[in-house]
């Protein structure tokens, strides 16, 4: 940033901040939970607005997204180690389809302030710290469904000082040091995700509303004054990583540390679903359908959540490929779309599939980052298709079909929504893509994940 616009940021902090003293608000547990709506973003408002939303741009900032992954644990490759802790009850919001705001992730509404009002926030496990834009936008605001938030509108809204704890806890949480507005005393943050996406203003406190009937207060955010990159008409992101900070561990003192989901899916198919949930507390690990394979950290990037990929089959029968080869750090991401596999694991995947595809369809081009494509609508290949499981430590598993492992890019062209990992460090991240319609729960306490079919009723 230029020293204009940094001495035009600390001026606006020193006249709209005030020096508050932060008040730490503790929270009983509380049996249930809350539960809240998710959709993927072609459910929204603006989905008329998006007929020109492209699957490659789509794809191109997924692979934005996957960069920066592969940029924080590349470095720390071997530290896969298991996680212990305690043990942990339900809020619960709708969840929908991103792509009406320009993202292939999933969003939800929450409230903020007093008098509450609602936002359409992108959901991403991959990320530790909560924020939206926030007016005056001093630097710069991309363009949103929703009103832009007006702190001066909230009777709770507060900014936190430099002395506060949060503040301290932003390195971890953004990977930034915090900075401090010298004149008012005001903390400042910046997120940045790898690539030119950024969000950077002040750190704040409000009423958060997640359920007409349940709040939290002094929710630790941040107020974004200058917000470039990859969000697409959202008004921000939700944190849901294992920090500190994230807004699961901020609810967790009342409902505990576990949140389940499930993703609708996030384009037109016959009977495809259009709205999904995600659950945050305890409560949310039941029904015990789930089969769970334990949560691995590495303790250099202790907030993302791994799991430990052992093998894959195609129409029951494994990849012909030496175990050691799916033994790279693996990271399951809402905030990832399609699932990327280490190189001689998805080669080996992609040969078995045009083995079985070939004999009925025609090998076509591929298209961006995927290369395994065919002629044909997606309906039709899906009733060859085999079916691909994804098999996890601990018995866990992820049998895909049709819907969850083929993308009709072009009319007429279909292709495998798997890629490989072209890093030269390999990394393998399950998508969002591969998680549709199934409950994915994470009991973050116990340290461990679960997979249950069944679809987002």
Request: hydrophobic share 35%; charged share 15%; net charge positive.
């Amino acid at each position: 940033m230029s020293l204009f616009w940094f001495l035009l940021f600390s001026a606006y902090l020193a006249i709209a901040s005030s020096l508050v003293e932060f008040e730490n608000s503790l929270l009983t547990h509380k049996h249930g939970g809350v539960r809240l709506k998710l959709y993927h973003v072609t459910s929204l408002k603006s989905s008329a607005k998006s007929k020109s939303f492209l699957f490659s741009d789509m794809l191109a900032k997924d692979q934005e997204h996957v960069r920066y992954l592969h940029s924080r644990v590349s470095t720390n490759s071997d530290s896969k180690s298991k996680v212990g802790v305690p043990k942990p009850k339900l809020v619960s919001i709708p969840l929908k389809s991103g792509l009406s705001i320009g993202s292939g992730n999933y969003v939800t509404k929450i409230g903020l302030g007093s008098p509450t009002k609602y936002y359409s926030m992108l959901v991403d496990t991959g990320s530790s710290f909560s924020w939206l834009q926030c007016q005056p936008c001093t630097i710069y605001c991309h363009a949103q469904d929703d009103p832009i938030f007006n702190p001066s509108s909230s009777n709770t809204y507060k900014t936190l000082p430099c002395s506060s704890p949060q503040c301290s806890s932003l390195k971890s949480s953004t990977l930034n040091e915090p900075s401090c507005s010298k004149v008012s005393n005001a903390c400042v943050y910046k997120a940045s995700y790898g690539d030119s996406s950024l969000s950077l203003g002040y750190l704040s406190q409000d009423m958060l509303t997640v359920t007409p009937s349940e709040s939290l207060p002094n929710f630790v955010y941040g107020c974004g004054q200058d917000n470039q990159g990859l969000f697409g008409r959202s008004s921000g992101i939700i944190g849901m990583a294992n920090d500190k900070l994230s807004m699961l561990a901020q609810l967790s003192g009342k409902y505990g540390n576990a949140f389940s989901y499930c993703l609708p899916t996030s384009f037109s198919a016959p009977n495809s679903t259009k709205e999904g949930f995600l659950s945050i507390g305890t409560s949310s690990l039941t029904p015990s359908s789930y089969k769970f394979t334990p949560l691995l950290k590495n303790p250099k990037v202790p907030s993302l959540y791994f799991i430990d990929l052992n093998a894959i089959t195609v129409g029951g029968k494994p990849l012909a490929i030496a175990a050691s080869s799916y033994k790279v750090p693996t990271i399951i991401d809402s905030g990832t779309v399609i699932t990327r596999l280490p190189t001689p694991v998805y080669t080996a995947l992609k040969n078995a599939v045009v083995e079985i595809l070939s004999k009925k369809y025609k090998p076509a081009p591929g298209i961006s980052l995927l290369d395994t494509c065919f002629t044909g609508s997606a309906n039709e290949i899906s009733e060859a298709v085999p079916v691909i499981a994804l098999l996890f430590g601990g018995g866990a598993e992820l049998p895909l079909t049709g819907h969850n492992t083929l993308l009709e890019l072009e009319k007429g062209t279909t292709c495998l929504a798997i890629a490989g990992n072209s890093e030269t460090s390999s990394i393998a991240i399950i998508g969002n893509y591969q998680q549709q319609t199934f409950k994915v729960a994470y009991d973050v306490a116990n340290s461990k994940l679960g997979f249950a079919p069944g679809g987002c009723q």
